[in-house]
C-alpha cells in the first residue's frame, strides 16, 4: 500500500496485476511482483516489492525452489526473461526453468545455477535488447566454467507465445539450441552482408568469449569454427586471440564488462568478509549448541582461505547489534541467515581460490612448467569439486 503524493489517498501498487509470488531457494516466500493486466502506454509492465534485507532482486531467481529438482534431473538450466515464462515451460515440462526478474543476471544468480548443473540454456527475446542481455549474461557465466547454450526463439516471440502456440514446437527450439559462440557467429552473418565488416565484429564480439573458455581443447574447437565461417584460417584466428591474451585488450564483452569484473571482484570480497564477521558474531550470541555448529563449518571453510582477522571491537558492536534482532526474530529465521551466510561465504572463497588459480594457470603456459601446470590443474579440479558439495541445510543446523 503506498499514497498518492498529496499523502492522503491510500492506493494498492499492485492493482489490477497478475500476482506472482517471489520466493527464496528454500521455498520461503520474501516479496510478490505484478504484472499489468491491462496494458498501458504509462504503467510498467512489472511491479515488485520494496527490497528487504530477505529480498534483493539481483540475489533471487523466480521459480528456482521449484526448478532445483528439475535442474538436477535433466542437467541445464533453462533461463527466460519473465514469471509467465516459467510458469508455461513447467507446465511443459520444462520443470528446470528460471527467470531473473527485472533485473540483469548477477553474480548470485550464477552461483545458485551451478550448484545444480553447470550446464545452461538461455531462451530470451530474440530483439537487440534480449540478444545484448544474453551476451552479458553468457560473458558472466563463461568466467565461472559453465557451458551456455542459446535457444533461437522466433522475434517478436517468448517462450509463453511458443508453447501457447505448440508444445512440440517449443521441444524443437530448445532441442536445437547452439553454443553461445555459435549464436554469435548466426547473429553476426545474418545481420551484417559486407564481408570485411563481419569479419571485423567477429573479431571484435566473438574471440573474446573464446578466450572465457575454460581449456583448450573447447577453445581450438571454436578457433576451427569461426576460421571456417570467416573463410580465413586458423592461424589468423589464433594471431588474433594470442595478440588479445598478450595485451590483454579484452577480458569479455567491452571494456565496460572489464571494469564491472573488477568492481564484482572487489564486491565479492567485501561480501566474503561481511559474511564471515557475520558468523564470527552469530557464534558469540547464539546457544552453545549453534554455536559449535557454526565453528564446525567455518572451521571447514577457513581451511579453504582465511579471511582476515577483523578487530576485536569491531566484532562486539556487531555481536551486539545481532543480540538484540535475533531476540525479535523466530529461531527458524536466525538459523536461516545463518546457513545463508555460511553458504555464501564457502562459494566466495572457493570461487576467488579458483579465479587466483587460473590466472596462475595462464601464467604457467607461457613459462612452460608442466610439473606446476599439472599441480595447479589438479588443485583447479579438487576446488571444483568442493564448489558442487551439496550446501549446508537449515534443518541440520536447527537445535531442539
Same mark, same amino acid.
Given at each position: 500500500?503506498?499514497?498518492?503524493?498529496?499523502?492522503?489517498?491510500?492506493?494498492?501498487?499492485?492493482?489490477?496485476?497478475?500476482?506472482? +509470488?517471489?520466493?527464496?531457494?528454500?521455498?520461503?516466500?520474501?516479496?510478490?511482483?505484478?504484472?499489468?493486466?491491462?496494458?498501458?502506454?504509462?504503467?510498467?509492465?512489472? /511491479?515488485?516489492? +520494496?527490497?528487504?534485507?530477505?529480498?534483493?532482486?539481483?540475489?533471487?531467481?523466480?521459480?528456482?525452489?521449484?526448478?532445483?529438482?528439475?535442474?538436477?534431473?535433466?542437467?541445464?538450466?533453462?533461463? =527466460?526473461?519473465?514469471?509467465?515464462?516459467?510458469?508455461?515451460?513447467?507446465?511443459?515440462?520444462?520443470?528446470?526453468?528460471?527467470?531473473?526478474?527485472?533485473?540483469?543476471?548477477?553474480?548470485?544468480?550464477?552461483?545458485?545455477?551451478?550448484?545444480?548443473?553447470?550446464? /545452461?540454456?538461455?531462451?530470451?527475446?530474440?530483439?537487440?535488447?534480449?540478444?545484448?542481455?544474453?551476451?552479458?549474461?553468457?560473458?558472466?557465466?563463461?568466467?565461472?566454467?559453465?557451458?551456455?547454450?542459446?535457444?533461437?526463439?522466433?522475434?517478436?516471440?517468448? +517462450?509463453?507465445?511458443?508453447?501457447?502456440?505448440?508444445?512440440?514446437?517449443?521441444?524443437? /527450439?530448445?532441442?536445437?539450441? &547452439?553454443?553461445?559462440?555459435?549464436?554469435?557467429?548466426?547473429?553476426?552473418?545474418?545481420?551484417?552482408?559486407?564481408?570485411?565488416?563481419?569479419?571485423?565484429?567477429?573479431?571484435?564480439? =566473438?574471440?573474446?568469449?573464446?578466450?572465457?573458455?575454460?581449456?583448450?581443447?573447447?577453445?581450438?574447437?571454436?578457433?576451427?569454427?569461426?576460421?571456417?565461417?570467416?573463410?580465413?584460417? $586458423?592461424?589468423?584466428?589464433?594471431?588474433?586471440?594470442?595478440?588479445?591474451?598478450?595485451?590483454?585488450?579484452?577480458?569479455?564483452?567491452?571494456?565496460?564488462? &572489464?571494469?564491472?569484473?573488477?568492481?564484482?571482484?572487489?564486491?565479492?570480497?567485501?561480501?566474503?568478509?561481511?559474511?564471515?564477521?557475520?558468523?564470527?558474531?552469530?557464534?558469540?550470541?547464539?546457544?552453545?549448541?549453534?554455536?559449535?555448529?557454526?565453528?564446525?563449518?567455518?572451521?571447514?571453510?577457513?581451511?579453504?582461505?582465511?579471511?582476515?582477522?577483523?578487530?576485536?571491537?569491531?566484532?562486539?558492536?556487531?555481536?551486539?547489534?545481532?543480540?538484540?534482532?535475533?531476540?525479535?526474530?523466530?529461531?527458524?529465521?536466525?538459523?536461516?541467515?545463518? /546457513?545463508?551466510?555460511?553458504?555464501?561465504?564457502?562459494?566466495?572463497? =572457493?570461487?576467488?581460490?579458483?579465479?587466483?588459480?587460473?590466472?596462475?594457470?595462464?601464467?604457467?603456459?607461457?613459462?612452460?612448467?608442466?610439473?606446476?601446470?599439472?599441480?595447479?590443474?589438479?588443485?583447479? $579440479?579438487?576446488?571444483?569439486?568442493?564448489?558442487?558439495?551439496?550446501?549446508?541445510?537449515?534443518?541440520?543446523?536447527?537445535?531442539?
Amino acid at each position: 500500500i503506498k499514497t498518492t503524493e498529496g499523502g492522503k489517498e491510500p492506493f494498492d501498487v499492485f492493482r489490477d496485476r497478475i500476482m506472482f +509470488p517471489m520466493a527464496e531457494p528454500s521455498g520461503k516466500i520474501v516479496a510478490f511482483s505484478g504484472r499489468i493486466l491491462h496494458p498501458d502506454d504509462k504503467a510498467p509492465k512489472y /511491479v515488485n516489492s +520494496p527490497e528487504t534485507l530477505l529480498y534483493k532482486k539481483s540475489e533471487l531467481l523466480y521459480g528456482y525452489d521449484k526448478a532445483k529438482t528439475g535442474i538436477r534431473s535433466l542437467d541445464f538450466s533453462l533461463i =527466460v526473461e519473465g514469471q509467465f515464462d516459467v510458469v508455461m515451460c513447467h507446465q511443459a515440462g520444462y520443470n528446470n526453468t528460471v527467470a531473473v526478474s527485472g533485473t540483469a543476471l548477477t553474480l548470485h544468480h550464477v552461483q545458485l545455477l551451478e550448484r545444480m548443473s553447470e550446464k /545452461v540454456v538461455l531462451a530470451l527475446d530474440a530483439d537487440r535488447a534480449g540478444i545484448n542481455a544474453m551476451k552479458k549474461g553468457a560473458d558472466l557465466m563463461l568466467r565461472r566454467g559453465l557451458d551456455v547454450k542459446v535457444a533461437e526463439l522466433p522475434l517478436g516471440k517468448d +517462450p509463453a507465445d511458443i508453447i501457447q502456440e505448440s508444445k512440440e514446437e517449443f521441444k524443437r /527450439v530448445i532441442g536445437k539450441s &547452439v553454443h553461445v559462440i555459435e549464436f554469435l557467429l548466426h547473429v553476426l552473418r545474418r545481420e551484417i552482408s559486407d564481408d570485411r565488416s563481419f569479419k571485423r565484429k567477429v573479431r571484435d564480439e =566473438v574471440l573474446p568469449f573464446i578466450l572465457l573458455l575454460p581449456n583448450r581443447i573447447d577453445q581450438e574447437h571454436f578457433v576451427k569454427k569461426v576460421s571456417q565461417t570467416i573463410d580465413s584460417t $586458423t592461424d589468423a584466428v589464433r594471431f588474433e586471440l594470442d595478440r588479445m591474451r598478450e595485451k590483454s585488450e579484452y577480458k569479455g564483452v567491452d571494456t565496460k564488462t &572489464v571494469e564491472g569484473e573488477k568492481d564484482a571482484t572487489k564486491s565479492t570480497a567485501d561480501n566474503g568478509y561481511k559474511s564471515y564477521l557475520f558468523l564470527l558474531a552469530s557464534e558469540m550470541v547464539v546457544s552453545e549448541k549453534l554455536a559449535i555448529k557454526i565453528r564446525k563449518a567455518l572451521d571447514s571453510i577457513i581451511e579453504i582461505s582465511t579471511p582476515e582477522k577483523p578487530d576485536e571491537s569491531e566484532l562486539s558492536g556487531i555481536a551486539f547489534k545481532l543480540e538484540q534482532q535475533f531476540s525479535t526474530l523466530p529461531k527458524l529465521a536466525v538459523t536461516e541467515e545463518i /546457513v545463508s551466510k555460511l553458504n555464501r561465504l564457502k562459494t566466495m572463497l =572457493v570461487r576467488q581460490k579458483l579465479s587466483d588459480l587460473k590466472k596462475c594457470l595462464v601464467e604457467l603456459e607461457v613459462s612452460n612448467d608442466d610439473t606446476e601446470f599439472a599441480k595447479t590443474l589438479t588443485s583447479i $579440479t579438487n576446488y571444483e569439486k568442493i564448489l558442487r558439495e551439496p550446501a549446508y541445510e537449515t534443518e541440520s543446523f536447527l537445535i531442539d
